[in-house]
């Protein structure tokens, strides 16, 4: 079973700053399967990047994701106010779909 | 517009059961693959199960293998959980999602129903 492990647990920035999310496979992932999602409180997820690295329809261009094998990374390249949420990665591989613990963006 | 409507949550008994649907809108239902994704209070999203568009291939998270049964009707354009000797622990909210198999993600998802397991 592939765990995926996110740091950090929560980030403190301020509106305008640079957010650099981590997402670790424990065995390596085909990017191809590695997505990238935000949840607000009371709302469901939403789907921000599928690939690792495509971005959903939708979201802005602030939003950008890389990464490949074990270590992909979701950046957020300045905060807007409506960006503080909580941001999960998630995998699959054949009959099991994973998501990380999440990594929470509140404001400093 | 897609939209993904869960009902059939409530408060069940240690034991008990319960069958949540999701009714299903905007997309051409019998194309596309769902999955059933929860989250139990102030904690992380959990995937529990997944069935494809045709109903012949089914996974289950082990926490609720043997326990869960998804299903799905075309005609009424919708998915269901059928969740049986339900546990304290599986109190959670409960999403339904649309799983794209091109892009291999859950693109869409309902608002949710909140189960809770208690005596």
């Known amino acids: 079973e592939i765990v995926l492990t996110q740091s950090p647990g929560t980030l403190s920035l301020s509106p305008g700053e640079r957010a650099t999310l981590s997402c670790r496979a424990s065995q390596s992932v085909s990017s191809t399967y590695l997505a990238w999602y935000q949840q607000k409180p009371g709302q469901a997820p939403r789907l921000l990047i599928y690939?690792?690295?495509s971005r959903a329809t939708g979201i802005p261009d602030r939003f950008s994701g890389s990464g490949s094998e074990t270590d992909f990374t979701l950046t957020i390249s300045r905060l807007e106010p409506e960006d503080f949420a909580v941001y999960y990665c998630?995998?699959?591989?054949?009959?099991?779909?994973?998501f990380g613990p999440g990594t929470t963006v509140d404001i400093k | 517009e897609v939209q993904l409507v869960e009902s059939g949550g409530g408060l069940v008994q240690p034991g008990g059961s319960l069958r949540l649907s999701c009714a299903a809108s905007g997309f051409t239902f019998s194309n596309y693959n769902m999955g059933w994704v929860r989250q139990a209070p102030g904690k992380g999203l959990e995937w529990i199960s997944y069935?494809?568009?045709?109903?012949?291939?089914?996974f289950y998270a082990d926490s609720v293998k043997g326990r869960f049964t998804i299903s799905r009707d075309t005609a009424k354009r919708s998915l269901y959980l059928q969740m049986n000797t339900l546990r304290a622990e599986d109190t959670a909210v409960y999403y339904c999602?649309?799983?794209?198999?091109?892009?291999?993600?859950?693109?869409?998802w309902g608002q949710g129903t909140l189960v809770t397991v208690s005596s």
């Open positions: 999602a649309k799983w794209d198999s091109g892009r291999h993600c859950f693109d869409f």
């Open positions: 998630q995998q699959y591989v054949t009959s099991q779909f994973t």
């Open positions: 069935i494809t568009s045709g109903s012949g291939t089914i």
């Open positions: 690939g690792a690295s």
